[in-house]
């Protein structure tokens, strides 16, 4: 009995997923700032989202500076002469538990991505990409800025 009323509950949140606007909400959506909803105006938007999601993988610009802060320079000087070492072939092997940590981040941060749009994929489709877009963009800005006061903090 338990089984069947857990997977009941998994095909109707997977199973219909129609759009849940009030009346007010359908009518805010004819308009975009003020001017009436054209179709060609969604490529656009489209691709201001896809920037956005595609954003995360941008994380690797962050890694190198955020090692510095959180493990100090000496670290870094000692990796950049380990890299120097074995490219030229003397054999210098870089200590992996002390370098590059920074990387780990990116990898927690794709596997949410992945479980998250897998799970709310059908809230998305209930809701629409104004609540969607409103709430993920709030809540990758608190991460940046946690990861900013954590860094600074050390």
């Known amino acids: 009995m338990e089984e069947s009323y857990i997977w009941s509950k998994i095909q109707d949140y ?4 129609k759009y849940n606007g009030t ?3 359908i009518q805010r959506d004819k308009t975009i700032f003020g001017q009436p909803f054209k179709r060609w105006y969604i490529a656009p938007a489209a691709m201001v989202f896809q920037a956005i999601c595609g954003s995360v993988y941008a994380w690797s610009v962050f890694n190198r500076p955020i090692d510095i802060a959180v493990y100090g320079a000496d670290m870094m000087f000692a990796m950049r002469y380990a890299d120097n070492g074995v490219r030229r072939g003397l ?4 200590k992996e538990s002390t370098v ?5 981040t990116f990898y927690i941060n794709i596997g949410c991505l992945g479980v998250a749009a897998s ?6 489709e209930r809701n629409g990409p104004r609540k969607a877009g409103t709430i993920g963009g709030t809540m ?6 946690i990861a900013a006061l954590g860094i600074y903090i050390k």
């Open 14 to 17: 997977y199973g219909e997923t």
């Open 119 to 124: 799970l709310l994929g059908p809230w998305l």
């Open 91 to 94: 054999g210098w092997k870089k």
């Open 140 to 145: 990758f800005c608190i991460g940046h800025w």
């Open 100 to 104: 590059k940590v920074a990387p780990i």
């Open 23 to 25: 009346p007010e909400m």
